[in-house]
């Protein structure tokens, strides 16, 4: 059943034009950008959470561009940390180290620090929505996270694992709503006298039940079947497909299908995102040439037009959502 109203929540992780992991040579002209991005939202009611990286609070014109953008009052900046340039720079420049998780717990520790009280100085708002660089949430990120004061994160993806990704996370078997994370706990466990308050991305099925289909696409990605194709073979075959709710990876159609079905699984928030830098020609794998961009406006459009036909919207930021399901950011 569709609920009659359903919060929907737009997250921007606001980052570095470098889509290589890149510690020199990084630049923000991506930022820019957001002006247009951000007209289109206040036209469609969006009221975007700016996850935000270290690079880009130190680069005087994109700060001043997010502090314009965030000047009504209807968007939140929110902390996104890419730990392989975000001080102090203690580890080796290695793969695996791109996953915060994958760092000593004093180290994780001392990046938050850093990027915490780099956004404060940039913004004047101490930030309390959190979201880690290639989603690599680990129980010390949890630990570190609330040592710093914040109350919300927004890293997990449902239904996906990252273990192959340089050791990243997985988040198989999280669950779909909003829980508490605590940080003697894995991260898919909700935690009933938890302080951090998780909210999802939406990831999910092009069919349901997704307890049927969650395990099923499990099997069919591990061997034998992963190298007879047999996921990528059901998708195409349209038997079933897993989705992502963001523009830059799904259809106008998709998303739709993905939306309805969270719905009708009891979910009441739908959580979109997307990178600033898809937002800028050529610096995305998203957004290789202008029409790509265009058609990532188009699907945005689309995809909200659309919404708005199935249910009632209401959008929120990421804090605001937060209230909403029981637990508001502190001042």
């Given amino acids: 059943m569709i609920p009659s109203e359903t919060i929907v929540v737009v997250s921007i992780d606001t980052e570095e034009d470098n889509w290589s992991r890149s510690r020199d040579g990084v630049t923000v002209e991506n930022i820019g950008e957001l002006r247009r991005l951000a007209r289109c939202f ?3 009611g969006v009221r975007p959470t700016y996850s935000t990286a270290y690079q880009v609070a130190i680069h005087q014109r994109a700060v001043e561009t997010l502090r314009d953008i965030c000047a009504a009052g209807t968007a939140e900046i929110a902390a996104h940390l890419h730990p392989w340039n975000t001080p102090p720079l203690a580890e080796p420049f290695v793969s695996r180290n791109s996953m915060l998780k994958n760092l000593p717990a004093d180290l994780q520790l001392a990046k938050l620090r850093r990027l915490t009280a780099t956004l ?3 913004f004047d708002v ?3 929505v959190f979201r880690a660089g290639r989603f690599g949430l680990g129980p010390d990120t949890v630990a570190a996270l609330l040592h710093c004061g914040y109350r919300v994160d927004s890293s997990v993806t449902p239904f996906m694992s990252w273990e192959g990704v340089d050791d990243g996370p997985t988040f198989v078997g999280a669950p779909l709503v ?3 994370l605590a940080p003697d706990r894995d991260v898919r466990q909700p935690a009933p006298d938890g302080v951090l308050l998780e909210i999802p991305l ?6 349901g039940p997704f307890s049927f289909w969650g395990p099923t696409r499990r099997v069919l990605e591990a061997a034998p079947f992963r190298w ?3 996921a990528g073979l059901a998708a195409r075959a349209g038997v079933v497909e897993r989705l992502t709710l963001s523009p830059e990876l799904a259809s106008v159609a998709d998303m739709l299908t993905l939306s309805r079905r969270l719905l009708e699984h009891g979910v009441r928030h739908l959580h979109l995102f997307c990178h600033s830098p898809s937002l800028k020609p050529g610096l995305s794998p998203f957004a290789a040439t202008v029409s790509d961009v265009a058609r990532l406006y188009a699907t945005l459009e689309g995809y909200l037009e659309g919404l708005s036909r199935m249910t009632r919207v209401a959008f929120a930021t990421v804090s605001e959502a937060a209230a909403v399901f029981g637990t508001a950011p502190s001042a």
């Fill in 178 to 180: 909003p829980y508490c």
């Fill in 228 to 230: 007879l194709h047999l």
């Fill in 120 to 122: 404060e100085e940039a």
């Fill in 42 to 44: 206040d036209r469609w």
């Fill in 126 to 128: 101490r930030p309390r």
């Fill in 202 to 207: 939406s990831y999910g099925f092009s069919r």
